[in-house]
């Protein structure tokens, strides 16, 4: 027979499978040893949304702002076919997860793959080991997470309970910010002129800014409790640029879990969570009826210069009366209020990240590297560029435009994803391997700033042998005003051991560390006007990308690369680029 189709049992079973995965679109499990393996499907569509009585055009997944959810459970694989429908390049990065050997999946744009062009899909084919709890996905290029970014919740393997009571209910609360323009008009003008870009318009919990602003009383977030019972809030920071604090009125929250690890539960009235962070906390509502409405609040830290969003997101917290009351929003009075730390309370966020430790226990152990074979001190901070001969700049001056580094090393995006380049060994073009591992001259970093405040860019890489146990110094420097930089580092998590405010002392700092039950995240607020000291064991080989988690600094090019070479075993490397990996 000419066309012979296959019709053997094997392939009949396997084509009603596929028959049936399709089918029970958009999320569907094939149950495969215990863990199973949840398909999602990412159509990025443009949408019309308002807020504040301004309807714009964004970029968004499958219509939704914020986007979908995604749920699995620790050792499931997850299947995303991201498919563009937008005339922008897209790329997603899953925030935390750790893609071990699977680099190809991390997502961050000229850093792990080439963008995601109109009218192409990708998947994302990753497996979550190790890890439980909440975290978040975002768009990695440009400034495109202002509205592309959802929750990632992972739950603990079946029968593998909580190490905290079973809450009654799971309620993701994730922060973001709304611009009234188009963001990416607003760093385009940013980079183009050197200023500091236009602030957003307002907070958002949930994508909704509440009764503060003007025109956004149908706007609110409103969280039903009952009585009695314990709810499991999972707070994401996806703000573009700010930390923020948080606070439920005449509630204490208990914090159990940050950044997809559980860690010592300790109370507080306020959080602080800056963006890129997640933080799961335990919410126990009242034992009897309260006829009254409990506002939540959140708004920014902020000790730098420039302008800032200095507005104030509120939610409401409502208690329902019985089970099957209705679910209409009303406000009854009294009307509680919670009290946030000062804007710049940089003491009161001392404190509060002090708290953070590992549980430390025989389950949940904190493998701290106990011995470090590469030292690494990194300055990161503001900076400037020369503004182009024929042109006039908003920088710092009119001759300056903005800018921002590590090492005074202003990261330059390579045209070409730095890890094909490395995988197949085509580096010599894109990026050089001289990353400064010490700041290149040395000054008062947190006293007076030097006069020159302008940068050097390239695009540098710090190379890692396998398995190398790394301690990295960040320190924060004053050049332009002092700010906390959330740091994020990709395909690891690192241990906090230690953190202080002013110059690191190399011989006084490092007998304090905290070797026993550091918290282990993998992004934290260097303090303003401070240091802080991480650990990481490079056991990932690829090229992962460390980056401040605000976008306009970010942008300005505070980011690097580690590269971690291979090792020896099979279990090692870094395996072959998927089929469909886009090209540039
Ligand atoms: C958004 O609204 C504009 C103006 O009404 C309209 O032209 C456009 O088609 C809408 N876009 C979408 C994605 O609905
Ligand atoms: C996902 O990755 C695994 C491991 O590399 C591979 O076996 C599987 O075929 C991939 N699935 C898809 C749909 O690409
Ligand atoms: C709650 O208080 C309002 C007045 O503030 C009152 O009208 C209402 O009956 C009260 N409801 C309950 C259940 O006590
Ligand atoms: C921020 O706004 C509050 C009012 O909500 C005001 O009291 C405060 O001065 C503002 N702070 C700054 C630094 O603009
Ligand atoms: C915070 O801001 C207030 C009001 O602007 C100011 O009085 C205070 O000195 C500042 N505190 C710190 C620690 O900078
Ligand atoms: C630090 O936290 C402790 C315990 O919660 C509290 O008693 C103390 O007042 C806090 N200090 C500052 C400066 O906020
Ligand atoms: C300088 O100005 C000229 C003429 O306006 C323009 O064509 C050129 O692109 C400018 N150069 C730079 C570096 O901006
Ligand atoms: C730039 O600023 C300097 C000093 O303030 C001023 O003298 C000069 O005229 C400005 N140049 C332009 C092109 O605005
Ligand atoms: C650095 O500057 C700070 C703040 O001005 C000052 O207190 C400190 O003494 C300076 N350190 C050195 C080594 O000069
Ligand atoms: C920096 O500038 C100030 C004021 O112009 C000057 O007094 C000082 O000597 C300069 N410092 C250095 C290190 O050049
Ligand atoms: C990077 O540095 C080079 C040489 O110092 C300079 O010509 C170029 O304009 C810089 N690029 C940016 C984006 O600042
Ligand atoms: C999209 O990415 C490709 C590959 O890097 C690039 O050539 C193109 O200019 C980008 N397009 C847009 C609209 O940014
Ligand atoms: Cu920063």
């Known amino acids: 027979m000419a066309s012979s189709i296959p019709f053997s049992p094997t392939f009949l079973v396997a084509f009603?499978?596929?028959?049936?995965?399709?089918?029970?679109?958009?999320?569907?499990?094939?149950?495969?040893?215990?863990?199973?393996?949840?398909?999602?499907?990412?159509?990025?569509?443009?949408?019309?949304?308002?807020?504040l009585c301004t309807t714009k055009s964004i970029v968004t997944v499958n219509g939704k702002f914020p986007g979908p959810r995604i749920i699995a459970r620790e050792g499931d694989?997850?299947?995303?076919?991201?498919?563009?429908?937008?005339?922008?390049?897209?790329?997603?990065?899953?925030?935390?997860?750790?893609?071990?050997?699977?680099?190809?999946?991390?997502g961050p744009s000229y850093i792990t793959q080439c963008p995601i062009q109109t009218n192409q899909s990708y998947v994302y084919n990753f497996t979550i080991i190790g890890q439980r709890g909440t975290l978040f996905w975002h768009a990695h290029i440009s400034w495109l997470r202002a509205t592309v970014y959802g929750p990632l919740i992972i739950l603990p393997k079946r029968h593998a309970p909580y190490p905290f009571p079973k809450p009654h209910k799971e309620v993701p609360i994730i922060f973001g910010e709304w611009w009234n323009v188009d963001t990416e008009a607003v760093i385009s003008q940013a980079l183009q002129t050197g200023n500091g870009p236009n602030?957003?318009?307002?907070?958002?919990?949930?994508?909704?800014?509440?009764?503060?602003?003007?025109?956004?009383?149908?706007?609110?977030?409103?969280?039903?409790?009952?009585?009695?019972?314990?709810?499991?809030l999972r707070l994401i920071n996806a703000a573009v640029n700010d930390e923020l604090f948080f606070s439920i009125a005449n509630h204490s929250l208990t914090v159990v879990e940050a950044d997809a690890v559980y860690v010592k539960p300790f109370t507080t009235n306020i959080l602080f969570i800056t963006p890129g962070q997640t933080t799961n906390v335990l919410l126990k509502a009242k034992p009897q009826y309260p006829n009254a409405t409990f506002l939540m609040l959140a708004r920014p830290y902020?000790?730098?210069?420039?302008?800032?969003?200095?507005?104030?997101?509120?939610?409401?917290?409502?208690?329902?009366?019985?089970?099957?009351?209705?679910?209409?929003?009303?406000?009854?009075?009294?009307?509680?209020?919670?009290?946030?730390?000062?804007?710049?309370?940089?003491?009161?966020?001392?404190n509060f990240t002090s708290k953070f430790r590992s549980l430390a226990s025989s389950k949940f152990p904190a493998n701290v590297p106990r011995t470090v074979e590469k030292r690494f001190f990194f300055t990161v901070g503001l900076g400037t560029n020369p503004c182009p001969k024929n042109q006039t700049c908003q920088g710092p001056t009119n001759t300056t435009k903005f800018a921002a580094s590590i090492n005074n090393n202003s990261f330059a995006l390579p045209s070409v994803a730095l890890l094909q380049s490395h995988f197949f060994a085509q580096s010599n073009s894109v990026y050089t391997t001289d990353f400064p591992t010490i700041p290149p001259k040395p000054f008062n970093y947190t006293g007076t700033p030097p006069n020159n405040t302008n940068v050097s860019n390239g695009t540098k890489v710090v190379v890692l042998k396998f398995n190398t146990s790394v301690e990295l110094v960040l320190q924060g420097t004053s050049i332009l005003g002092a700010e906390s930089h959330p740091l994020h580092l990709h395909g690891f998590n690192f241990f906090v051991v230690g953190q202080g405010f002013g110059n690191f002392d190399p011989n006084k700092d490092p007998p304090k560390f905290n070797l026993v039950d550091p918290v282990e995240r993998n992004t934290y607020g260097v303090p303003a006007r401070g240091w802080a000291a991480i650990r990481f064991l490079a056991d990932n080989p690829g090229v992962w990308l460390m980056h401040c988690h605000f976008d306009v600094h970010l942008s300005w090019g505070l980011r690097m690369a580690w590269v971690v070479q291979d090792g020896k075993l099979p279990n090692q490397k870094l395996p072959p680029p998927p089929s469909d990996l886009p090209k540039c």
């Open 16 to 51: 009603l499978l596929a028959l049936i995965s399709l089918l029970a679109s958009p999320e569907f499990a094939i149950a495969a040893a215990g863990s199973v393996t949840r398909h999602y499907k990412f159509d990025i569509k443009l949408k019309n949304v308002t807020r």
């Open 77 to 106: 694989r997850v299947l995303v076919n991201v498919v563009n429908h937008v005339p922008n390049n897209m790329t997603i990065h899953w925030h935390g997860i750790r893609q071990l050997q699977n680099g190809w999946a991390d």
């Open 199 to 232: 602030v957003s318009n307002a907070y958002t919990i949930n994508g909704l800014p509440g009764p503060l602003y003007n025109c956004s009383k149908k706007d609110t977030f409103s969280l039903k409790v009952k009585p009695g019972k314990t709810y499991l």
């Open 302 to 350: 902020f000790t730098g210069r420039g302008t800032f969003d200095n507005s104030t997101v509120a939610g409401i917290l409502e208690y329902k009366e019985h089970s099957n009351s209705s679910s209409s929003t009303s406000l009854k009075s009294p009307l509680f209020r919670p009290i946030l730390p000062q804007i710049n309370a940089t003491s009161f966020v001392a």
